[in-house]
C-alpha cells in the first residue's frame, strides 16, 4: 500500500492531492498537461439543474497574495455534464467528486440523485457556500438548520457520500460543521472563499462586475488551517482541506491541522502542473518529516495537546 | 501544445514611455503557429502578484527559438516584469488561444491592420505573414499621443503606414476609424486589435467585410478552466452559448462574440 493512499467514505484516493471544484473544469483542459490518472480525485465544476451562464464580467480580481473570483457557478446544466463531462472523465482511473449546487433545495435533490448515480462519480460535494450567486449557494450555508436540512434531503437521495462544503462566512464554523455531520454528511470539504471585494482606483467602482467576489488563494491558507484546526477536533468525520494550498508543504500544513486530503485551487491558474508536482513531492517531504504514512499527520497539531493532557493525567 | 519554460531574456528595451519590447529564447517557441497568440507570464516568484499576465507574442522566430512580446507596464506585475534584465529566466506559459486567421487573405488582396494603443503588437507578426504570402498590407495605428507610438518604422517596411493619435500631436488627430473613412483604397480583410470602444466601431462600420477582431479581457488560467474571460456568442446573445476569449480567441470572427 502506498504511502500516500487514503481511505475516506466512498473514495479509494492513491494520493491525498485532488484539484478543487471550479478551478479545474470539467479536467479537459489539463489533460493536455498531464495524465489526470495521477490524481487522487477531481471535483468537478459545481453543477446546477439547468445550464447557467454567470455572471458579466470581469470576474476576476486579483488581491494581494490572492484572488477574487464571481464567476456565478457557470456550468452547461445537468444532463450535459452527465452525457459530455463525466462520460469523457470515465476514460480516467480516477474517482469524482461531484460538486452540487442550486438555488433551492429541490435543485440539490434533483442533481444530487441523478449525479449520484454516474459510475465514477463516488462522492458528493453539497456546494452550500458559493458566495456568487443571488439565491441558494451560500445562503444554505449560513445557517446550521438549514444546512443541516439541504445535507438530510441530499443524503436521502444520494447514492454515494456525501461531503458538505463549509463556507468561512460565518461566526462560528464548528456550528456549521455540527449541524451538517448532524444531517448526515459523511465528510466535510473546507474551507469555500472568503466574501471580499476591489474598488477600482479611477472610477471608484468595485472592480467585480458582481460587486463583491470570493478571496482564495495563499492570502486565505491561515484562515482555513485555523478552522480545519477548531472543526477537526469536534466532529467525527473526515475533512479534505482547501484554502490556499500550493506545495507540499502546504499539504502537511492541512493535514497537522486535521484534514485527511486536500484539494488545490487558485494554484492550478498559477501552475498547471502544481497538483502532479505536489503529488512527486510528498514522499521526499514524509521521508525528511519522519512519517511512513501521510495519514499520520492527519490532526497533529492538537492530538500533540492531547498526547500531553493524557500523559499528565 | 502549450507548454510552460522558464526562458531566457535576450534583450529587454523601453520603446516608449512605459513600452516595453522583451525578446525571449527558449523551446517553446517551436510551438507558435499563428500570429495574435499570447503567452501567461507569471512576473515574478512568489505569490505577489499571483497570477499571470496575458501579454501578446508581437513576433516570434521559430528557428532562432525566440519571441518578442510588446507590453505596457502599468500595474504591479507589468512593473516588476519591467525590471528583468538580459540573461535572466522569465516564467512563461504557452502559446495559448487561437489568433489570427491568415489564410482568410488570399495572394493578391489588401489586408487592412487595425490597432490601437498596446493593440499593435501582434499585428506585426501578422504583417510579416501576409507580406510572405503576397498579400498587401495597409496599416493604421492609433495612439493617445506622439510620445506613445512605437514600431512605426517596422510597420512601414511592410506596407502603406497610418497614424492617429488622440491629441493630433502626430499624423491624423482623432481615432483609427477618422484615418479608415478616409482611405482611398479598397481592402478585403481587417484583423483589428485594440480596445473594446474601436473594436465596435469597426464591428459597426465595416462588417460587411471580412473583419477579425482580437479581444481583451481579465484572465485567470489563460487556458480554459476557470471561465473569467467568458462572453456570449452573436447568435444566441442573451443565453447559454459562450465562447472563452484565452482558449476560443482571443481572436474572433466579427459577429461571433457579443463585445
Known sequence: ?313 | MIKKETMKVLTHKELAPSIFELTLQGELVSEMKQPGQFVHVKTTEGNEPLLRRPISISSYNSSEKQFTMIYRAEGKGTTLLSQCKQAEGVDILGPLGNGFPVHEANKGETALLVGGGIGVPPLYQLSQMLVAKGVRVIHVLGFQTKSAIFYEKEFSKLGDTYIATVDGSYGTKGFVTTVIDKLDTEFETIFSCGPTPMLKALEAGYREKKLYLSLEERMGCGIGACFACVCHTGDDPNGFSYKKVCSDGPVFRAGEVVL
Open chain 1, 1 to 313: 500500500m502506498s504511502r500516500l493512499s487514503v481511505e475516506l467514505p466512498g473514495l479509494h484516493l492513491k494520493n491525498p492531492v485532488m484539484p478543487a471544484s471550479g478551478c479545474f473544469g470539467f479536467g479537459r483542459e489539463y489533460s493536455q498537461f498531464f495524465n489526470l490518472d495521477v490524481l487522487g480525485a477531481i471535483m468537478i465544476k459545481a453543477t446546477t439543474p439547468e445550464p447557467r451562464f454567470g455572471n458579466p464580467t470581469p470576474r476576476v480580481a486579483e488581491t494581494s497574495s490572492g484572488m477574487l473570483n464571481a464567476i456565478g457557478l457557470q456550468n452547461p446544466g445537468l444532463a450535459k455534464v452527465i452525457n459530455e463531462e463525466l462520460d469523457w472523465l470515465s476514460g480516467y482511473d480516477v474517482p469524482i467528486i461531484a460538486n452540487v449546487a442550486g438555488s433551492q433545495i429541490a435543485d440539490y435533490v434533483k442533481v444530487a440523485s441523478n449525479i449520484s448515480k454516474v459510475g465514477n462519480v463516488k462522492a458528493l460535494e453539497l456546494n452550500i457556500s458559493c458566495p456568487n450567486v443571488k439565491e441558494g449557494g451560500i445562503a444554505f450555508g449560513t445557517v446550521p438548520e438549514v444546512a443541516k436540512e439541504v445535507t438530510k434531503a441530499v443524503k436521502e437521495v444520494s447514492s454515494v457520500p456525501v461531503y458538505v462544503k463549509l463556507s468561512p462566512n460565518v461566526s462560528n464554523i464548528v456550528e456549521m460543521a455540527k449541524a451538517v455531520e448532524d444531517g448526515g454528511a459523511d465528510g466535510l470539504t473546507m474551507i469555500n472563499t472568503l466574501v471580499g471585494m476591489r474598488l477600482d482606483l479611477k472610477t471608484g467602482r468595485p472592480i467585480l462586475s458582481n460587486k463583491t467576489g470570493g478571496l482564495s488563494g495563499p492570502a486565505i491558507k491561515p484562515v482555513a488551517l485555523r478552522m480545519i484546526y477548531e472543526v477537526s477536533q469536534q466532529v467525527s468525520i473526515p475533512i479534505i482541506g482547501m484554502g490556499g494550498i500550493a506545495s507540499a508543504e502546504d499539504v502537511i500544513e492541512f493535514f497537522y491541522a486535521g484534514a485527511s486530503a486536500v484539494a488545490v485551487g487558485t494554484a492550478n491558474f498559477v501552475d498547471p502542473f502544481v497538483c502532479p508536482t505536489i503529488i512527486e513531492e510528498l514522499p521526499n517531504l514524509l521521508d525528511e518529516l519522519g512519517f511512513d504514512h501521510i495519514s499520520q499527520c492527519t490532526g497533529r497539531s492538537w492530538k500533540q495537546n492531547e498526547a500531553v493532557a493524557n500523559y499528565r493525567a
